[in-house]
């Protein structure tokens, strides 16, 4: 079973549209990591926030953590062609390792 | 380097081969991990060093799968006698400090293909 439920699987969105990845875990996790992906790339980092109800932006993406309601999410304003890709976000397992726990990925595609 | 380097980019293999996959963290970076990454599906956690220490590997997914991290900086995943569901894109990520709550930064990868 995935512990770290995402949604929407995909997206696609007019340009200058605003939207929301959200992900979910019925399990206790820690902290949200959110990467981005190319086919064929590895995990470009956006952003990483540490602390429940924190809340963090950069350019048009903000990020949101409720670790009590074990809610993150992820918020494009004005959509762009370039935020078209994979997004995926993450979550520490807890412990000495530091290892994430990732969701299965949103693709995102911008229609111009 | 400027960023986390893997080698090769990409490597078929015919079913029972050895394959050997390199990773060269960000110089510096004391932690290490390994991911696999199933098509459609997101990473998954293989196994991690602190400096040379291999401190966990409990998501390797069978004896057949060995990493090692020798003097603390670059890293090779072995996978012995190669199974097709051993196929994913294989992802090594750095991050600069020992256990705490770091950026990983990961490389571009090493796509696995079994024949």
């Known amino acids: 079973s995935q512990e770290l439920e995402q949604s929407p699987q995909s997206l696609i969105v007019q340009e200058g549209k605003n939207l929301t990845i959200n992900c979910t875990s019925s399990k206790t996790l820690y902290g949200l990591y959110w990467y981005k992906q190319k086919y064929g790339e590895g995990l470009i980092f956006l952003m990483m926030?540490?602390?429940?109800?924190e809340e963090k932006s950069h350019e048009k993406i903000t990020a949101k953590l409720d670790e009590k309601k074990q809610q993150r999410s992820l918020h494009i304003t004005a959509s762009q062609p370039s935020h078209a890709g994979i997004y995926l976000c993450g979550a520490d397992a807890g412990g000495a390792t530091n290892k994430l726990i990732f969701g299965t990925g949103t693709l995102l595609a911008v229609q111009p | 380097g400027a960023g986390v380097s893997q080698s090769p980019r990409y490597k078929v293999a015919k079913r029972g081969q050895d394959v050997a996959l390199r990773c060269d963290p960000i110089s510096g970076h004391v932690s290490l991990f390994w991911y696999q990454q199933a098509l459609g599906q997101g990473p998954e956690f293989l196994t991690y060093f602190q400096n040379e220490a291999q401190l966990d590997k409990s998501g390797l997914p069978s004896d057949r799968f060995f990493a090692e991290r020798p003097e603390g900086s670059v890293s090779t995943l072995k996978i012995q006698r190669t199974q097709q569901e051993d196929s994913a894109v294989y992802l090594c990520?750095?991050?600069?400090?020992?256990?705490?709550?770091?950026?990983?930064?990961f490389g571009p990868g090493t796509r696995l293909t079994v024949l």
């Open positions: 990520a750095s991050s600069l400090g020992g256990g705490g709550k770091t950026t990983q930064y």
């Open positions: 926030l540490q602390k429940g109800g």
